[in-house]
């Protein structure tokens, strides 16, 4: 029994887990934990004691007491022992129900359960949001939920007692009261025959089934399969959404997102600022003339950069970082398949394994707009839109940026939002071509006297969608509308405001008309409800039909009359609903023609089906423990074609591998994938051609896939619709127009060839004549802080990961020792440490005015690793994942020679550059700061030893000695 004052009294109880809290009336919390077995507590008649269970204080009153004294604690197994058969434990609480009644006589006499020493001597108010006065109650913790918060660990609910409680009237309510007569049990007892607690039956093994599904194991409902579900219930997080990330400052090149991704199409791994940004990359990446136009922008504006002119134009373009961008995402699908060999025998040496791409050269270019922080699109900004719904202010903004980069050489363009929408460019610009849209907008006051509406042209790329018509204000209850009745209303909205007018000197009614008169090929609908300022528009999304699923429409329709009047149609199952409207006033009509005299028509009556649809996924008040406030994710219709020409490009490259393995030089080179044999790689092309087999198969058919970062998995289309859930919040929609043959354009990637005059320079020899083995280490500068705390037992907990930008590459010439390349490189953004302890960088290095060196801009030192590797160079170095990582390039596995993984015993400690060269070669290095062009020549050096010590066949003898050694001395080089 709590030890209370004598007028204080419990007001509130929570109970999580093993864990209770009391509060009391004079503000008092006592905490209490359950002990599983207790050897003080004593034995009752009513209680088994092999399932007694208390609450013992961890803190208030009675503070001295320890969980310890009443815990038994197991002695860990070294052996994995076989999981026993499933038996649900007995009840840890036998409620008596006459121990809820508000008089109940409470005297040691009374047999009783250990419940009774908690109960309630106040009434209880967390089931109330508000008094009998209509006020808020301080008390409440909230509306209560109509399912179960988090499902019970030790028994399900069997399918009887579900259908039973879904039959009743009165099942929304939080609490349920069965009759046992509906249950149909025998329990074998006469009528006058006391029973003084039927709780305990239906733990028996004769009743329990009736109640509980006694074939179900809880112990393994979190390795069961979610993807098979259609949506996850309240309260419930299904895996698929569950966001798992890289951990925070863990290796880049040791994370396996393989067991992340089950397709062919790689997700994202960027946790730094504006991240939510990549679901808007990888959705214009799936529209293909956009990711074809990107891919031929990779080169635009390279004169600039090849003369090393500083107007900073060529760093300008965001449709060039956007093609580099798209063109990492290729490669990481076509090289899926050439890989090194999984560790261990259980890895399936032919399973597709796929990193993630990268944005961090685009966002770094965007941050450094000033459109971008103008429009308040960056994180930190305190003007800055919510996170959950910024997705579309990005989309706007990057659709309108695209649309005039790509169109700059053309003298006929549109300029600025004042363009006059009469006069048409010879040449349609591609943004404009798939997402532009004309409407006519206007403004007319009711008052006659206040004189004639203003009318507008405009063109916009986006839908938003408008809800004005269909939210309650007040006590006013509207009925939410359907999907088509929603955006018929926002092609063709009238909204009344109240305005100034200089006419009557007055406020005045003006109705506000906003009508579309042409349609695009790509309708993109902004749904402006994720967030808290969007909780009013959710209800819209929430709505089931009675007889169809989900409120979103797979398939719509959309006509524009002549007299201007937008017609909408939706298909549910096999028919068409119309959505029609009043229609426009005659006077409303002539005006719209009025002002669209000129204007070439665009198409006015289209079908449509969805592509994508953009979401943010809130985990407040979800059971999730790896994140707070939630994350955004993408679901994609990625067509059958697109399919085909990844698998494709997969066995072009594979193939091409294998055919280069009969080389003996390139046998010879210790890559990455030195391990995988010709054997593996034709197991592969198998696989791959069956692939492409079922692909070419006249029955198969589009693919829907969710991508939530570097979790990517394949879906159906009803996972994509359901916004029923608690958990999900529209923020983009994407439709498609589609033809009688509903097929989508394809196209085939463009080969875009560096040109070799960005390789050389007046201060570089001309490399045309070099090998292809190179020595390559880079030097970096840091452009955000490492953000850390630390935790109580002295570990250090990392909250945001610091950020570096390239400083300076070095590449050296394996076969004849000769520097190729060495760069200093400026970076995009502030620098705010140079890290000269470690990189050898100093101010004056990287100021264009002082520096000494060949300083170069980060995209120039793009293009020139992108040359080498295009070319077919393999890279040696140490540490070469990460440096890559940093230059934002893609290098595949068989290009690489890092003696990181060379040095490198399986489950043991990564090896150091100075160790290794001080162990093996007897020189010293990097005594005061590093040096890109030592550490390249020490990894060429390191590099032909562990040749040597192969063809001596000594190597694995070497590598153990030294393991061994560096043990022996702790790592100590002084100690060598």
């Not at 088994?48 to 013992?56: E, Q």
């Not at 504006?274 to 799936?286: D, E, I, K, Q, T």
């Not at 875009?752 to 201060?763: E, K, Q």
Request: with cysteine; glycine share 6%; proline share 6%.
């Amino acid at each position: 029994k709590p030890l209370l004052d004598p007028e204080e009294s419990i007001t509130a109880m929570q109970v999580v887990g093993k864990d209770m809290a009391i509060g009391t009336s004079l503000g008092n919390i006592q905490q209490y934990r359950m002990a599983t077995k207790s050897k003080t507590v004593p034995k009752r008649d009513s209680i088994d004691s092999s399932s007694t269970s208390m609450y013992v204080t961890d803190g208030g009153v009675s503070h001295q007491k320890n969980i310890n004294d009443f815990e038994t604690v197991s002695e860990t197994k070294k052996s994995q022992l076989p999981v026993p058969s499933y038996e649900p434990d007995p009840p840890q609480l036998s409620i008596e129900p006459h121990v809820l009644t508000t008089h109940y006589p409470y005297n040691d006499s009374t047999p009783h359960s250990i419940f009774n020493s908690y109960v309630l001597q106040n009434e209880p108010r967390s089931s109330s949001v508000v008094d009998e006065m209509g006020k808020p109650n301080p008390y409440s913790f909230g509306i209560l939920t109509n399912s179960v918060v988090k499902q019970s660990s030790k028994r399900l609910l069997s399918k009887q007692l579900l259908d039973l409680i879904a039959s009743q009237e009165n099942k929304d309510d939080f609490l349920i009261s069965l009759p046992t007569a509906k249950l149909q049990l025998d329990l074998g007892l006469h009528n006058e025959t006391q029973l003084p607690n039927s709780n305990k039956l239906l733990h028996g093994n004769k009743f329990s089934s009736v109640c509980y599904n006694t074939e179900a194991d809880p112990r393994k409902k979190d390795k069961r399969n979610h993807r098979g579900k259609k949506f996850g219930q309240d309260g419930q997080l299904p895996q698929r959404y569950i966001c798992k990330n890289r951990p925070l400052n863990s290796r880049f090149s040791a994370f396996d997102f393989a067991k992340l991704n089950d397709t062919i199409y790689p997700g994202w791994d960027y946790v730094g600022p504006n991240s939510y940004a990549c679901p808007v990359l990888l959705l214009l990446f799936f529209v293909p003339e956009i990711r074809n136009a990107m891919l031929h922008s990779q080169l635009r504006n390279i004169d600039f950069v090849i003369a090393g002119k500083k107007t900073g134009k060529a760093d300008s373009l965001l449709c060039t970082e956007l093609g580099f961008l798209f063109h990492q995402i290729n490669c990481l699908a076509s090289h899926a398949m050439v890989y090194p060999k999984p560790p261990g025998d259980k890895q399936d040496p032919c399973r597709t394994i796929l990193g993630a791409f990268v944005p961090s050269n685009f966002l770094s270019l965007f941050m450094t707009m000033p459109e971008a922080s103008a429009l308040a699109l960056l994180d930190g900004n305190p003007a800055a839109t919510e996170v959950e719904r910024r997705p579309e202010a990005f989309y706007r903004f990057l659709l309108h940026h695209l649309d005039k980069e790509l169109n700059a050489s053309s003298s006929s363009k549109r300029q600025g939002s004042g363009r006059n929408p009469k006069q048409k460019s010879n040449k349609m610009n591609l943004i404009d071509s798939l997402y532009g849209m004309d409407a006519v907008s206007m403004n007319e006051f009711l008052n006659k006297r206040a004189g004639s509406p203003s009318i507008t042209v405009t063109r916009s790329n986006t839908v938003d969608l408008a809800y004005d018509a269909f939210i309650s204000k007040g006590e006013e209850s509207l009925s939410l509308p359907s999907f088509g009745e929603l955006l018929r209303f926002s092609l063709c909205k009238d909204v009344p405001l109240r305005a100034w007018c200089d006419t009557t000197k007055s406020f005045e009614t003006v109705v506000q008309r906003k009508i579309v008169t042409s349609l695009p090929t790509i309708m993109s609908l902004s749904c402006a409800c994720a967030g808290v300022n969007g909780e009013d528009r959710l209800p819209v999304w929430r709505k089931t039909e009675d007889t169809h699923d989900h409120w979103l429409p797979e398939r719509i329709e959309v006509e524009i009359e002549d007299d201007g009047n937008v017609i909408t149609r939706q298909l549910r199952g096999k028919e068409w609903e119309e959505f029609r409207g009043e229609g426009l006033p005659e006077a409303i009509t002539k005006k719209v023609k009025e002002a669209t005299v000129g204007l070439e028509k665009g198409k006015r009556h289209a079908r449509y089906q969805l592509e994508a649809i953009l979401t943010f996924v809130n985990v407040d008040g979800i059971d999730c423990k790896d994140e707070r406030g939630g994350h955004h994710v993408l679901h994609l219709r990625v067509p059958k074609s697109h399919r085909r020409e990844n698998l494709l490009s997969q066995l072009e490259v594979t193939k091409k591998h294998l055919s280069a393995m009969s080389d003996s030089d390139f046998q010879r080179h210790l890559t990455l994938i030195t391990d995988v044999t010709p054997q593996d790689l034709e197991k592969r092309i198998k696989l791959v051609e069956q692939k492409l087999e079922q692909c070419d198969d006249g029955e198969s058919t589009d693919e829907w896939v969710l991508f939530n970062g570097p979790n990517v998995s394949s879906t159906v289309i009803e996972d994509a619709l359901a916004f029923h859930v608690s958990f999900k919040e529209p923020c983009i929609i994407t439709y498609r127009q589609i033809d009688d043959n509903e097929e989508v354009k394809t196209f085939t990637p463009p080969i875009v060839d560096i040109p070799s005059g960005i390789i050389t320079s007046p201060r570089q020899p001309d490399i045309s004549g070099m090998c292809d083995l190179v020595a390559f280490d880079a030097e970096f500068v840091q452009v955000q802080h490492e953000n850390s705390i630390l935790t109580a037992t002295g570990s250090k907990m990392v909250l945001r990961e610091g950020r570096n930008a390239l400083g300076r590459m070095s590449l050296i010439d394996c076969r004849t020792g000769r520097t190729i390349i060495d760069d200093h490189v400026l970076p995009r953004e502030p620098i705010v440490d140079y890290l000269t302890r470690f990189s050898g960088i100093k101010p004056t290095d990287l100021n264009p005015k002082t520096s000494p060196h060949n300083l170069i801009s980060s995209k120039h030192a793009y293009l020139k690793m992108r040359y080498l590797v295009d070319r077919g160079c393999i890279f040696v170095g140490h540490g070469l994942i990460s440096d890559f990582l940093t230059v934002n390039i893609f290098v595949p596995p068989s290009q690489i020679i890092d003696t990181t993984d060379i040095f490198h015993l399986e489950r043991r400690r990564l090896i150091s550059l100075r160790f290794l060269v001080n162990y093996l070669l007897g020189k010293d290095m990097q005594q005061d700061v590093h040096d890109s062009i030592e550490d390249s020549i020490a990894a060429r050096l390191l590099y032909m030893k562990a040749l040597e010590l192969k063809e001596q066949g000594i190597f694995d003898k070497v590598l153990h000695e030294i393991y061994d050694c560096g043990q022996r001395i702790d790592w100590k080089v002084g100690e060598l």
